[in-house]
Nanobody, 123 residues
Framework: DVQLQASGGGLVQSGGSLTLSCATS????????IGWFRQAPGKEREGVSC????????DYADSVKGRFTISRDNAKNTAYLQMDGLKPEDTGRYYC????????????????WGQGTQVTVSS
């Protein structure tokens, strides 16, 4: 079974940092772009970042550029999201998934999601 399990969330003060991890299994990690998505209460899930499989290039939502850094370790089948300078508006449940390279969109054919991890930023 395909699994993408996000972890590392928590409660942090504004300006703080967190590192999220996405442990995957059940598919060839190296073949796919991996993305981070988030959903705030009452809002739709939005793409935060997506990292390509071939060259490691990445895209970011304008709201997180310069503050968040996505990375991946193909040997460990794991992706990461380093979040610095956190703001209250970053609060939400964060999910990792397979994304379309060069976009912030989830791949609709490979629609796999774990339970996500909650990030709460206090002001």
């Amino acid at each position: 079974d395909v699994q993408l399990q996000a972890s590392g969330g928590g409660l942090v003060q504004s300006g703080g940092s967190l590192t999220l991890s996405c442990a995957t299994s059940g598919f060839t990690f190296d073949d796919y772009a991996i993305g981070w998505f988030r959903q705030a209460p009452g809002k739709e899930r939005e793409g935060v970042s997506c990292i390509n499989s071939l060259d490691g290039s990445a895209d970011y939502a304008d709201s997180v550029k310069g503050r968040f850094t996505i990375s991946r370790d193909n040997a460990k089948n794991t992706a990461y999201l380093q979040m610095d300078g956190l703001k209250p508006e970053d609060t939400g449940r964060y999910y990792c998934g397979i994304c379309d390279p060069g976009t912030l969109k989830a791949n609709t054919d490979l629609d796999y999601w774990g339970q996500g991890t909650q990030v709460t930023v206090s002001s």
